[in-house]
């Protein structure tokens, strides 16, 4: 079956590192690759989206990659801050489908 | 900013009742989501709508469960009997492009439902 795997327990660091996190899908083709951030109580918000003949986008402090041969994306917050604590969902869209199908999440929690 | 929003944000029923959750998408979006997520889980696809009507539904989206465009700014997903199972914070979704252009999609708040 498909599985969508991000890591389960909470990434604490320190204000001003890097932060990465990982995404790994299992029995998958995804056409293309979202991250998405999520506070308590509140709905997903859009952060990048990265297409399967992509190998690296970024957006600010954000960067994305995308290797298909290894089945992972790797999500990186550069020059950390309190305000980037939260849970970061990856999702995975395939190309004959409209539904997002979304990992369960990476808590993450940056200290001053 | 355009937003999508939802109504209400905390919906309690008894068990067997029919709920409606409201949405308003974002005004020139052309595809409509609905996805739940169970405290402490993850958020799971429901069904997508485009061009007044289903163009993708999961396995949880059975016969209780029906979408709606009643007018041109609503979306409306109804749970006609409600389980206890129900319970789960439900998400409506929109986006510009669907299937063809894979384009980000914009959440909503979301409506609480508790199922008692």
């Known amino acids: 079956s498909q599985k969508i795997e991000q890591n389960s327990e909470a990434l604490n660091i320190q204000e001003g590192k890097t932060a990465t996190l990982t995404c790994n899908y299992t029995?998958?083709?995804?056409?293309?690759l979202q991250w998405y951030r999520q506070d308590p109580g509140r709905g997903p918000v859009f952060l990048l989206l990265?297409?399967?003949?992509?190998k690296e986008k970024r957006k600010e402090r954000l960067k994305v990659t995308f290797d298909t041969t290894l089945k992972q994306s790797l999500f990186h917050i550069t020059a950390s801050q309190p305000a980037d604590s939260a849970t970061y969902l990856c999702?995975?869209?395939?190309?004959?489908?409209?539904?997002?199908?979304f990992g369960k999440g990476t808590s993450l929690l940056v200290t001053p | 900013e355009p937003e999508v929003t939802q109504t209400p944000s905390h919906q309690v029923t008894q068990m067997g009742q029919e709920v409606i959750l409201r949405c308003v998408p974002i005004?020139?979006?052309?595809?409509f989501y609905w996805y739940r997520q169970i405290l402490g889980q993850k958020v799971e696809f429901l069904v997508s709508?485009?061009?007044?009507?289903?163009?993708?539904k999961s396995e949880i989206f059975d016969d209780q469960f029906s979408v709606e465009r009643p007018d041109g700014s609503n979306f409306t997903l109804k749970i006609r009997s409600t389980k206890l199972e129900d319970s789960a914070m439900y998400f409506c979704?929109?986006?510009?492009?669907?299937?063809?252009?894979?384009?980000?999609?914009?959440f909503g708040p979301g409506t609480r439902l508790t199922v008692l």
């Open positions: 979704a929109s986006s510009v492009l669907g299937l063809a252009g894979h384009s980000e999609q914009f």
């Open positions: 005004s020139n979006h052309l595809y």
């Open positions: 709508f485009y061009n007044n009507e289903i163009s993708e």
């Open positions: 029995n998958y083709s995804p056409a293309y």
């Open positions: 990265i297409r399967e003949n992509e």
């Open positions: 999702a995975l869209g395939a190309n004959s489908g409209y539904a997002l199908n």
